[in-house]
Nanobody
Framework: QVQLVESGGGLVQAGGSLRLSCAASGRAFSNYAMGWFRQAPGKEREFVAA????????YYSDFVKARFTISRDNAKNTVYLQMNSLKPEDTAVYYCASKYGVIGLTRPSYEYWGQGTQVTVSS
């Protein structure tokens, strides 16, 4: 089992920044690829970004490229999502997720999920 706890969400004005953190416990964190997803009210949960177990490769959805950065610190069992130039349409609950082995870009490929953290961007 892997337990994931997100933090760092909040209310920010458009153009501002937030840094989300996801602390993992349980099985060896460095064996797991990590991803961030988000879900806005009335919408499906969608892929935001992912990072390989090593941290060497990252992937982003088109709508966050050049604004968001995913990173990880395997020594701290933590993955981060730095969000810059936030827009009102980025408002959602943000979830981190983990999967053993190779990276995944789709929701069904992830095994473990956190509870989510709310991000609200005001215009």
């Amino acid at each position: 089992q892997v337990q994931l706890v997100e933090s760092g969400g909040g209310l920010v004005q458009a153009g501002g920044s937030l840094r989300l953190s996801c602390a993992a416990s349980g099985r060896a964190f460095s064996n797991y690829a990590m991803g961030w997803f988000r879900q806005a009210p009335g919408k499906e949960r969608e892929f935001v970004a992912a990072i390989t177990w090593s941290g060497f490769n990252t992937y982003y959805s088109d709508f966050v490229k050049a604004r968001f950065t995913i990173s990880r610190d395997n020594a701290k069992n933590t993955v981060y999502l730095q969000m810059n130039s936030l827009k009102p349409e980025d408002t959602a609950v943000y979830y981190c997720a983990s999967k053993y082995g190779v990276i995944g870009l789709t929701r069904p490929s992830y095994e473990y999920w956190g509870q989510g953290t709310q991000v609200t961007v005001s215009s």
